[in-house]
């Protein structure tokens, strides 16, 4: 019954939060928490670093005091003295120990290092992985939400009758305009264009000729050469004619001398 009853809270409670919840708010808290891990695990990381350094530094101590205690103890034999070198000797051994000791700890701290040097790396590939398919996503979402606005738009045309009205508006417009441009064509053609073109050319004449005359008296010109006489131009047959009345008015006054 417990059962049962606990797991009829879950589902009552558990679709209320899964209607609350907003996919978008959660995938950008999912990318916060996920940027927020990076200086947590850095930081571990700088332990175990700091760890391991220490127990290099209490090494390298241990070899140094190995070293100290190694002379100490060939000299008190060299002097004859055992009994300081069997003291030496004991601290020696202890000294090993603790070098013994450090060593294998020093191995695990590095190793620990490395592992953690690793868990950082396969983190980071996983969470830019998380962090581009939520990007991914929320850019997805937002091309939804606008082709959602822009469906709902495409249905108010259709619901509100825009098209229609779209149309019906378009073509006034045009029919306006036809109508214009119908008015000025016939305004053109009221226009005696061609006695305009005229005038405007017989003006264009009359400044040249003022343009030359200025610039004969100003001396920058050449009068222009009077024309020719034209020359009268006499068929050959009215040539030959007069020679003819000239040659019959000979013989006649041939004849009349004659007489």
Do not use: C
């Amino acid at each position: 019954m417990w059962k049962r009853f606990t797991r009829l809270i879950k589902s009552l409670f558990g679709g209320a939060i899964s209607a609350m919840e907003d996919p978008r708010l959660i995938l950008e808290q999912n990318m916060r928490e996920l940027n927020d891990q990076v200086p947590k695990m850095n930081e571990n990381i700088a332990t175990v670093k700091a760890n391991a350094m220490l127990l290099q530094k209490e090494h390298k101590k241990y070899s140094a005091e190995l070293q100290n205690l190694t002379a100490k103890i060939k000299a008190a034999i060299q002097a004859g003295r055992d009994d300081i070198a069997q003291n030496y000797a004991l601290t020696l051994q202890h000294t090993k120990e603790a070098q013994a000791r450090t060593a294998e700890q020093l191995q695990y701290a590095e190793q620990a290092y490395e592992k953690a040097l690793q868990v950082k790396k396969a983190f980071m590939r996983e969470r830019e992985k998380k962090i581009n398919e939520a990007k991914e996503a929320l850019r997805a979402h937002d091309r939804a939400k606008w082709q959602a606005k822009i469906a709902d738009t495409l249905e108010q045309f259709e619901v509100a009758g825009v098209d229609q009205t779209h149309d019906e508006m378009l073509t006034r417009i045009n029919e306006q305009t036809a109508r214009q441009e119908a008015r000025m064509e016939m305004a053109l053609d009221s226009i005696d264009t061609q006695a305009m073109q005229i005038e405007e050319d017989a003006q264009n004449i009359q400044a040249a000729e003022l343009v030359k005359q200025f610039k004969l008296e100003m001396g920058m010109a050449e009068p222009a050469a009077p024309a020719a006489e034209p020359e009268l131009q006499i068929p050959e047959s009215e040539e030959a004619a007069p020679e003819k009345t000239a040659g019959r008015t000979g013989q006649r006054t041939s004849s009349g001398d004659s007489m």
